[in-house]
């Protein structure tokens, strides 16, 4: 179902008008592109020369024409067929004001519409609750109250910041959502960048990759995992986490569904089926 939803959303906007930013990023790709490559590479000022040859006026942020295709559009047709076959395109950051354009087999990362659900108790405040909205910033805070971070990984986690933003070698500028710290048993620290994304935006395997490299960065002596979150609905949250293996691309660990309800919700049929869960996997 989540799918579903999702590649629908895509559809509706792919088919409105062509708007300025296909054009722009359609061109681009045509010009640095030769048969079977899988990476065609391009700048920032690329952008802006092939607006003036189109006649487009761009928006002040000359980013966003990038981020609209990896989070919200799918690439024109033109681009999405030059792909390798079982492939899709990504735009991967390639240093300051640099792009590159990626064939990879994990373009998207889509909630799995057939994973069951756990339910959890609501552990939002109500005030918080009430006044909350279904973009990223609702998410980290029912992440963040639910202690979601904890409960998925099984390690204890703190967050550490919002919105860390620092400049990667060969990637440039990159920026996640929210940072924990976590300790397991063991005493292995870990270090979590947490990718949430609300409403229809899209989450891209383009942000696991620029987490990793942002916690290379930042926290070299840390064990990576980054995490990605998605509202499948207003009280049903996915969570998916990513290893990243030297130059791989960074692979799916685990995925789950959470439901946060009120607690006399999670009744004692539930609690059987986990601890059956938990039984199958030992």
């Given at each position: 179902m989540a799918r579903a939803w999702s590649m629908t959303k895509q559809t509706e906007r792919s088919e409105r008008k062509p708007n300025r930013y296909s054009q722009i990023i359609e061109r681009i790709f045509i010009a640095g592109y030769t048969e079977g490559t899988r990476v065609v590479a391009f700048t920032r000022e690329q952008i802006v020369d092939v607006a003036q040859e189109l006649g487009i006026n761009l928006p002040k942020n000359l980013g966003d024409v990038v981020y609209s295709f990896r989070y919200r559009t799918p690439l024109p047709e033109t681009v999405r067929v030059c792909a390798p076959e079982g492939e899709s395109w990504i735009i991967l950051p390639a240093?300051?004001?640099?792009?590159?354009?990626?064939?990879?087999?994990?373009?998207?990362?889509?909630?799995?519409?057939?994973?069951?659900?756990?339910?959890?108790?609501?552990?939002t405040p109500g005030v918080i609750a009430k006044y909350a909205l279904s973009d990223e910033q609702a998410l980290l805070a029912r992440l963040r109250y639910n202690r979601l971070v904890d409960i998925f990984t099984g390690v204890t986690c703190y967050s550490l910041q919002s919105h860390l933003r620092t400049t990667v070698p060969e990637m440039g500028q990159v920026e996640t959502d929210e940072i924990y710290i976590g300790l397991d048993e063991f005493g292995i620290h870990y270090v979590f960048p947490v990718q949430a994304k609300g409403g229809s935006d899209m989450l891209s395997i383009v942000q696991v990759v620029q987490d990793v490299g942002l916690c290379q960065q930042k926290f070299?002596?840390?064990?990576?995992?980054?995490?990605?979150?998605?509202?499948?609905?207003?009280?049903?949250?996915?969570?998916?986490?990513?290893?990243?293996?030297?130059?791989?691309?960074?692979?799916?660990?685990?995925?789950?569904?959470?439901?946060?309800?009120?607690?006399?919700?999670?009744?004692?049929?539930?609690?059987l089926a986990y601890r059956s869960r938990v039984a199958q996997v030992q």
């Amino acid at each position: 179902m989540a799918r579903a939803w999702s590649m629908t959303k895509q559809t509706e906007r792919s088919e409105r008008k062509p708007n300025r930013y296909s054009q722009i990023i359609e061109r681009i790709f045509i010009a640095g592109y030769t048969e079977g490559t899988r990476v065609v590479a391009f700048t920032r000022e690329q952008i802006v020369d092939v607006a003036q040859e189109l006649g487009i006026n761009l928006p002040k942020n000359l980013g966003d024409v990038v981020y609209s295709f990896r989070y919200r559009t799918p690439l024109p047709e033109t681009v999405r067929v030059c792909a390798p076959e079982g492939e899709s395109w990504i735009i991967l950051p390639a240093g300051r004001s640099m792009y590159r354009f990626f064939a990879t087999p994990h373009a998207n990362v889509l909630p799995n519409g057939l994973l069951s659900e756990t339910k959890l108790p609501e552990s939002t405040p109500g005030v918080i609750a009430k006044y909350a909205l279904s973009d990223e910033q609702a998410l980290l805070a029912r992440l963040r109250y639910n202690r979601l971070v904890d409960i998925f990984t099984g390690v204890t986690c703190y967050s550490l910041q919002s919105h860390l933003r620092t400049t990667v070698p060969e990637m440039g500028q990159v920026e996640t959502d929210e940072i924990y710290i976590g300790l397991d048993e063991f005493g292995i620290h870990y270090v979590f960048p947490v990718q949430a994304k609300g409403g229809s935006d899209m989450l891209s395997i383009v942000q696991v990759v620029q987490d990793v490299g942002l916690c290379q960065q930042k926290f070299p002596s840390l064990l990576c995992r980054p995490i990605a979150a998605q509202f499948m609905e207003p009280n049903l949250i996915a969570l998916f986490s990513f290893e990243a293996s030297g130059s791989e691309m960074p692979r799916l660990l685990a995925e789950r569904h959470y439901r946060l309800v009120a607690p006399d919700q999670v009744i004692e049929d539930d609690l059987l089926a986990y601890r059956s869960r938990v039984a199958q996997v030992q």
